[in-house]
């Protein structure tokens, strides 16, 4: 199965209004790092976390290792927020050093 | 902010065609990597690097060679291209084992 898992696979929302991309893993993760992908179709870096939480404006990401989740919130939606969202992770284990990616979040935001 | 840039942006080629995909980046970092990206499957790891030199079989490698020939540059080499490998490649770079990685722009390929 896959190691990481990413929902929803497609999200709406109205701007002004918030919501929450979640990526659980399979095993234990050393690193998350969030992206978007934009509509010109560049890979933007939005976080990398170890441990904890990071805020950047109008996003928030935290990552709990032991509880092999990662989360990405987003408030106060804006039209360009739109785009897909991917999740990846980098295994808890000695040699790692590559990424494993969730399939990815549609987000669409509309007026 | 590091720099990693891809060409061509976009590519056709036929069926057995010989393609080649260029990335370099300017920051000094050590590791870079290729994937591709399709719909359903998120980014996955074709070939990556450690150093000049270097090279480290990925998660879907068949079909593809890769080469790096200094610290900036790895190519990535489709000898004989089939319609399966169209798709959006993207570059990516770090300085070492756990740091972000930095992606390119990406480098739309269609097998025809």
């Known amino acids: 199965g896959d190691q990481v898992e990413q929902s929803p696979s497609a999200l709406s929302l109205h701007e002004g209004t918030g919501s929450a991309l979640r990526c659980n893993f399979t095993?234990?993760?050393?690193?998350v790092q969030w992206f978007r992908k934009n509509s010109r179709g560049s890979l933007i870096n939005l976080f990398y976390?170890?441990?904890g939480t990071k805020e950047n404006g109008r996003l928030k990401s935290a990552f709990d290792s032991k509880e092999r989740y990662s989360t990405l919130h987003i408030r106060d939606a804006q039209l360009e927020d739109s785009g897909t969202y991917f999740c990846?992770?980098?295994?808890?284990?000695?040699?790692?050093?590559?990424?494993?990616f969730g399939k990815g979040t549609q987000l669409i935001i509309q007026p | 902010e590091a720099a990693v840039t891809q060409s061509p942006r976009n590519k056709v080629t036929v069926t057995g065609g010989n393609v080649t995909l260029s990335c370099r980046q300017t920051?000094?970092?050590?590791?870079m990597y290729w994937y591709r990206q399709d719909t359903g499957h998120g980014l996955r790891l074709i070939h990556y690097?450690?150093?000049?030199?270097?090279?480290q079989i990925g998660d879907v490698p068949d079909g593809y060679k890769a080469t790096r020939t200094t610290q900036e540059d790895f190519f990535l080499l489709l000898e004989l291209a089939s319609p399966s490998q169209t798709s959006l490649y993207f570059c990516?770079?770090?300085?070492?084992?756990?740091?972000?990685?930095?992606f390119g722009p990406g480098t739309r390929l269609l097998v025809l």
């Open positions: 095993t234990t993760m050393r690193a």
């Open positions: 990516a770079s770090s300085d070492a084992r756990g740091d972000t990685q930095y």
């Open positions: 976390l170890a441990s």
């Open positions: 690097s450690y150093g000049a030199g270097n090279l």
């Open positions: 990846a992770a980098e295994m808890n284990t000695e040699g790692a050093d590559r990424l494993t």
């Open positions: 920051n000094s970092h050590n590791y």
